[in-house]
């Protein structure tokens, strides 16, 4: 199988920690260089010395503040041409869509899908001038089935499922392919955060909410941030080259639609 990815760079949003960072050390793995995107340098500089291989750099910039995002992205490009983008941001607060201020929309879908048309904008020149790209982003399997308690993220993530849609039939002429990753319950900060905000309802504990999550997946266990990163990276790899316009469930059968 061809997954060898030398000669490539690759920029990694969100890749300070979690799912991001796991997706950039599985790229690395593969030979490509990596330039790690996030809004903390300190926890970037530390990252980054995680990564295998040599050649790998830092971007820093707040995915709230799209300006910032569009210039970070042109000194990455301006340092070469970005063969892989991996689109990967945290998500918006929880909370019933009705009570959800319309800032919230605003402010999430600023954070997710204007921040990734203006990085697709930046690394697109460069994706065209080789002859392909790999664009993926990591979204959520609210795009299957949504999930309670989550109505902002819900539907900004739709949103972005689609504009990724739009664009695989758009790029694909130019050799470029758009998928989306859809992680179910895995063990990051975020899923952390979201236990402790429903064991502060329910009067459980975290380990308690933790554990009935599990329970909810068909293997009865939480994903891990390396399972989501190997299929962030097989996407990239040529062996891949023939998928595009999809998106992939890595939820451990716990999505019930096809």
């Not at 023939?242 to 890595?250: A, F, R, T």
Request: proline share 5%; aromatic share 2%; with cysteine.
């Amino acid at each position: 199988m061809r997954l060898d990815l030398t000669g490539k760079h690759a920029l990694v949003c969100g890749a300070s920690q979690g799912i991001g960072l796991a997706a950039a050390k599985e790229l690395a793995e593969l030979g490509a260089r990596c330039t790690l995107f996030a809004r903390n340098a300190e926890r970037l500089e530390s990252a980054v010395k995680e990564l295998p291989g040599e050649g790998h750099a830092i971007a820093v910039a707040d995915f709230t503040l799209p300006e910032d995002v569009t210039q970070a992205a042109a000194s990455v490009v301006a340092r070469g041409p970005v063969d892989i983008l991996i689109n990967n941001t945290g998500g918006p607060p929880g909370g019933p869509a009705h009570a959800a201020d319309t800032e919230a929309y605003l402010a999430a879908f600023t954070q997710h899908l204007m921040c990734n048309q203006r990085l697709v904008q930046a690394v697109l020149p460069g994706m065209r001038a080789a002859g392909g790209g790999r664009i993926v982003n990591v979204i959520s399997t609210s795009v299957k089935q949504p999930l309670d308690g989550l109505g902002v993220s819900n539907t900004v993530r739709g949103a972005v499922a689609n504009w990724a849609k739009t664009l695989a039939n758009e790029l694909g002429p130019d050799g470029i392919t758009v998928n989306n990753v859809l992680p179910g319950a895995t063990r990051t900060a975020r899923l952390d955060q979201i236990a402790e905000a429903k064991a502060t309802k329910t009067g459980q504990t975290p380990a308690e909410v933790l554990h009935a999550m599990a329970q909810a997946v068909p293997l009865r266990r939480l994903g891990e941030a390396e399972e989501i990163g190997g299929a962030i990276a097989f996407l990239c790899s040529p062996a891949a080259a023939y998928i595009s316009g999809i998106n992939l469930p890595v939820d451990g059968g716990r999505t019930r639609s096809l």
